[in-house]
């Protein structure tokens, strides 16, 4: 063992300090376990020399040079330095620095080896939304090693979760923006809901599961509850703390059921579109740099994911007719939604586009 004088007299140990600590529980006295001693040993050598020591009786772990570094980093070394005195690359020393500013949690899950050095800096993304949601990928890489079918496999995965929930946080965002915080709690972490099951006016509270109408802000088991008597030929006014339920007449209600029959004859007719712009035109204006959160490619298909909602639902392909060039749109509907609806704006944003034919 290896200690050093310090200017009060007293004797720190520098190489072998677990050694020192075992021998003490075991009864040994300090006179009389082989130490040697030396003077004038500064706080910045005395790091570089516990290091050295450690680093070559064992593999320290990621977080144990992190910490090694940081200690020489406060004696007044930059990270250049520690990297030349050590024989290490800059970019070695500031990553092992990183991980230091992971939850305690998560350092020692990757003391124990349960999660890997590739994802701190991966982890360390998720920083400014608060240690829950570190914990939480942490989580599903520790399940994805241990199970080949659960949780995350890899660092494309685990980059793919970080770019969903950065995505869902702005989406939120952009929609407290837009339409305002919960009117029940005020909280700002709002959402549309489940894709394809929730109504497309519906917002929901992710904090108090608050649900309200975007467009009238009225709770929305009031706005389901209008629908849902409309269908029956009543309406519901709601105000000044009193519901009035009113019935139609028997010739609207005629007039209505025959409307909404002709306007599914026209849906079923116009399901397949011919457009005169090419797949590249109609696609150009939905898949801008900034609303794109993910594409990935195998062989033959390419899947690209949006940060915003296109509210449309339709397939294209190209289609052989006159140039050939042209493309061909099969429109298509959520199970919740009138056909029409879709339809209609599908056609809207096709008439928007502005380019020659």
């Known amino acids: 063992m290896v200690a050093r004088r310090l200017p009060d007299g007293k004797i720190d140990v520098i190489i072998g300090s677990r050694r020192y600590r075992h021998l003490l529980k075991l009864g040994v006295k300090p006179e009389d376990m082989k130490i040697e001693i030396r003077e004038g040993v500064s706080d910045l050598d005395a790091a570089l020399m516990a290091f050295a020591e450690n680093n070559e009786r064992k593999n320290m772990t990621p977080i144990e040079e992190g910490r090694a570094f940081r200690t020489m980093n406060k004696l007044g070394m930059t990270i250049q330095m520690i990297a030349v005195k050590n024989n290490l690359s800059d970019n070695y020393v500031r990553e092992r620095l990183e991980l230091l500013k992971l939850p305690a949690k998560i350092q020692e899950r990757m003391e124990n080896g349960e999660i890997d050095l590739g994802y701190g800096k991966i982890i360390n993304r998720l920083s400014q939304y608060g240690e829950c949601v570190q914990i939480a990928l942490a989580k599903a890489i520790i399940e994805g090693k241990k199970s080949y079918y659960g949780g995350i496999q890899n660092i494309d995965d685990a980059n793919e979760w970080v770019d969903n929930f950065v995505a869902k946080i ?19 972490e709002i959402t549309t809901g489940e894709r394809y099951i929730a109504p497309e006016d519906m917002l929901v509270c992710s904090k108090c599961g608050y649900k309200w109408n975007r467009n009238t802000k009225e709770p929305y088991d009031l706005t389901d509850l209008r629908k849902r008597a409309e269908k029956l030929g009543l309406k519901i006014q709601v105000g000044d703390g009193k519901a009035v339920v009113t019935p139609e007449d028997i010739g609207s209600i005629i007039q209505r059921v025959n409307k909404e029959r002709e306007a599914l004859a026209q849906a079923d007719k116009r399901q397949t579109l011919r457009s005169v712009h090419t797949l590249t035109e109609i696609l150009a204006p939905l898949i801008t740099p900034e609303n794109i959160n993910i594409i990935r490619i195998e062989g033959e298909k390419i899947e690209i994911r949006l940060i915003q909602d296109s509210q449309m639902h339709f397939s294209a392909r190209r289609h052989n007719y006159d140039s050939g060039e042209k493309s061909r749109i099969n429109l298509l509907h959520p199970w919740n939604e009138e056909p029409m609806i879709n339809i209609d704006r599908v056609e809207q944003y096709l008439k928007t586009l502005k380019f020659p034919e």
Not at 171 to 179: G, P, S, T, V
Not at 183 to 188: D, K, N
Request: charged content about 20%.
């Open 170 to 188: 702005k989406y939120m965002q952009e929609l407290a923006k837009k339409y305002g915080p919960c009117p029940h709690c005020g909280s700002t």
